[in-house]
């Protein structure tokens, strides 16, 4: 089992939708979670941090953690074709975070 | 200020040579991160220093791959002998103290081993 698994997409949504992107995790002792957009040919970016369970919002972005679930989403409110992006959960159990494979979302316009 | 520096941006060299893959750190981090990434295996930790010192190599593949930070803000990468294998994008990243989970990565240094 994969410590961080996400589902690798593309998912697609029209502009002006909610994109949702999920994440699970394997170890319990996590404490720290975060989310990285990925542009195509570029670095990840941080864009959330969340450490406890319930929902954090940053303009369009919410992200929402349930520990007892070891699970971890996303939401993208009003989404545009710049979000089109891979969205990488970031785990950290230990010292150093722990990367899913990314999630390939594409706004249609 | 000037984000994570690595360099070169691109590397294509022939199997069996050594690779020296380079990271200036953001002043003022004292943790230092080097990841690889591929379609196959994503985002992966090869090795992380704090404060210069290695935290945990684990992630590095095999004896070929050695990590040096000989400063508070340089570090290098040293793959010797490459095989094509290795071929992937390396990324270097550092973050402040106390907050390791909010990294700031530079552009990476494309690998290609022919």
């Known amino acids: 089992q994969k410590e961080v698994e996400q589902n690798s997409g593309p998912l697609s949504v029209p502009e002006g939708a909610i994109a949702s992107l999920n994440c699970t995790y394997s170890?319990?002792?996590?404490?720290?979670f975060f989310w990285y957009r990925q542009y195509s040919g570029k670095s990840p970016e941080l864009i959330m941090s969340i450490y406890s369970n319930g929902d954090k919002e940053d303009g369009r972005f919410t992200a929402q953690l349930n520990k007892a679930s070891q699970y971890v989403s996303l939401l993208i409110r009003d989404s545009q074709p710049s979000d089109s992006a891979t969205y990488l959960c970031a785990v950290e159990p230990r010292r150093a975070l722990t990367f899913g494979s990314g999630t390939r979302l594409q706004v249609q316009p | 200020d000037a984000g994570v520096i690595q360099s070169p941006r691109h590397e294509v060299t022939e199997m069996g040579q050594e690779v020296t893959l380079r990271c200036k750190l953001i002043s003022g981090h004292n943790s230092l991160f080097w990841y690889r990434q591929t379609m196959m295996r994503g985002l992966e930790l090869l090795i992380y220093f704090n404060n210069n010192v290695p935290i945990d190599d684990s992630g590095m593949p095999e004896d070929r791959f050695s990590a040096k930070m000989p400063n508070a803000s340089f570090s290098t990468l040293k793959i010797q002998p490459s095989e094509p294998r290795d071929s992937a994008v390396y990324f270097c990243?550092?973050?402040?103290?106390?907050?390791?989970?909010?990294?700031?990565f530079g552009e990476g240094s494309r690998l290609t081993v022919l």
């Open positions: 170890d319990r002792v996590s404490q720290s």
């Open positions: 990243a550092s973050s402040l103290p106390g907050v390791g989970g909010e990294l700031f």
